[in-house]
């Protein structure tokens, strides 16, 4: 199969009915700052059997396409010496790995951030597919501040996310693009809504320039919501300002888009995708979710670093994975929680 061929087979796999994706990529700081949070012990065992314990879930490829792994689980085991990311296989979860190499200061700029980790990045692709990962996911930050990004940090950090795409699909690899706007701060949902079209505007002019396939990209972004600070919105108004930017600038090309939760709460992050795939309107792209902290904090308490809680860890990321589904599919209702 040619590389175009690959990677329509696996965007294919991934936005298959009523699916979405768990982003279980967090590098060891992020790992140990979630798990701590519980009362747990970041050791490589622990990630292991927490990592493991995701991908071994009974049933949970119904409701998950994909799972993004850090680069250390993809040569992890589950408890009877199966390798991850073949247990995924085994589930038709498709295996997908973190590649970039998190943020560093843009230099000329005000404190901004950048993406590292082009270096080498194709010979770390061609040792991440021989393990199995056949999709790739890169972040880009952009934090909101009084004049902030500027123009400088939005061009620079879209320019490397075009160039990471067009390196990762002539691996015959399928890209997921993420250019996250954070919600920290006490900005309104206007300005979100300014600063995600900005971003996502010169993100996908890049995807040009570098000649990447629209058609095997996709796109997680963050949905349009006030700074953390201030009051949340209700979902419907949420779902209206995060449809009416990705209308403005999403081509119709792109096959789906699988939001981030960024903070959200569990259940704050499935009401929102739920009322924009209930919303009235043109969608030609699949809208589903890629969500870490708002599908593994219910998963994480119920374990508690404990074993013997591996089945009650197994029902909470069930759970909370099918009521994404049917939020994927505009029926999903509060009262199910």
Not at 199 to 227: C, D, S, W, Y
């Amino acid at each position: 199969m040619d590389t175009h061929g690959q990677m329509q087979r696996t965007v294919e796999r991934l936005t298959s009915p009523g699916r979405g994706i768990l982003a279980a990529d967090e590098s060891y700081p992020t790992i140990t700052r979630r798990l701590s949070d519980h009362g747990i012990e970041s050791t490589e065992e622990n990630r292991r059997f927490y990592r493991a314990l995701l991908a071994t879930t009974p049933g949970i490829g119904e409701y998950v396409s994909g799972i993004i792994f850090f680069e250390e689980t993809l040569g992890q085991k589950t408890d009877d010496g199966t390798l991850i990311p073949e247990a995924c296989e085994q589930q038709d979860i498709v295996p997908g790995i973190k590649v970039d190499k998190g943020l560093v200061d843009l230099p000329g700029s005000d404190g901004e951030k950048v993406t590292q980790g082009l270096d080498n990045l194709g010979d770390r692709l061609d040792g991440y597919r021989a393990q199995g990962a056949l999709f790739t996911k890169w972040r880009n930050v952009y934090a909101i501040s009084e004049g902030k990004p500027g123009i400088q940090a939005l061009e620079a950090n879209a320019e490397v996310l075009a160039r990471y795409a067009a390196i990762v699909q002539s691996r015959g690899m399928v890209p997921i693009v993420e250019p996250e706007v954070l919600m920290d701060g006490s900005h309104d949902m206007a300005r979100c809504a300014e600063v995600t079209e900005a971003a996502q505007t010169t993100l996908f002019a890049a995807l040009r320039r570098h000649n990447v396939r629209l058609e095997a990209v996709i796109l997680k972004p963050n949905m349009v919501l006030p700074g953390k600070d201030l009051p949340r919105p209700t979902p419907e108004e949420c779902a209206e300002e995060t449809l009416k930017v990705l209308r403005r600038t999403v081509p119709a090309a792109v096959p789906s888009i699988n939001f981030l939760s960024g903070g959200q709460t569990a259940e704050e992050a499935t009401a929102n995708l739920n009322a924009m795939n209930q919303l009235d309107g043109p969608k030609p792209w699949v809208l589903s979710f890629s969500y870490s902290r708002a599908l593994q904090n219910p998963v994480q308490a119920a374990w508690n670093g404990n074993a013997a809680n591996r089945e009650a860890a197994q029902q909470a990321f069930l759970k909370r994975a099918r009521l994404n589904s049917l939020a994927r599919k505009g029926e999903y209702a509060a009262s199910m929680e």
